[in-house]
Nanobody
């Protein structure tokens, strides 16, 4: 079983920055893609940013230019650098990793989430 452990959340004022980390219990090159999702209060979970094994990235329109996803394979860790934070970025942020076991069978792993609260 894969474990994903998020950290780095907290309370920050609007305009501030936070860096989230997601440490995986396995080598992250196994996963394709890895990424971050968030669930604002009272809303559904939504994609924030994902990165493929090859390094391609995709961002939600609402965070483009402010958030950056990156990874450190040696540390089996994926990061989400969040700058120019807005109150609407307040959410529980989850790390996700997908592992293709065989054709048509994909394991989907989630962390426990880390809370980000942005005050106005």
């Amino acid at each position: 079983q894969v474990q994903l452990v998020e950290s780095g959340g907290g309370l920050v004022q609007a305009g501030g920055s936070l860096r989230l980390s997601c440490a995986a219990s396995r080598m992250i090159f196994r996963f394709n893609p890895m990424g971050w999702y968030r669930q604002p209060p009272g809303k559904s979970r939504e994609l924030v940013a994902v990165m493929t094994r090859g390094g391609s990235t995709n961002y939600a329109d609402s965070v483009k230019g402010r958030f950056t996803i990156s990874r450190d394979n040696a540390k089996n860790t994926v990061y989400l650098q969040m700058n120019s934070l807005k109150p609407e970025d307040t959410a529980l942020y989850y790390c996700n990793a997908q592992e293709t076991v065989k054709l048509g069978l994909v394991n989907d792993y989630w962390g426990q989430g880390t809370q980000v609260t942005v005050s106005s």
